[in-house]
């Protein structure tokens, strides 16, 4: 769960905001256009491209290590529930 205001948290000019604006400008068409539907519903892949930017920004390369982040850090947590859209469904 997120905290009532989460810019008021992290502050306004927190690095985060500035990942999850400029991915929001993106345009991903093709990028989901390449989605199947089978299987389970996939992540959007603007939720992965935020995670991810977000992650190497802060020099974490690792996925078990970007896992344990989205579980601990609000940053993490904003961007991830931010984008948490799935293709197809």
Partial sequence: MLPPNVRECLGREHLCFFVHEAVEKLDLKEFESRYSEEGHPAYHPALLLKVWLYAYMLGVTSSRRLEQRI???????YLQGEGSRTIGR
């Fill in 71 to 77: 579980r601990e850090d609000l940053a993490f947590r």
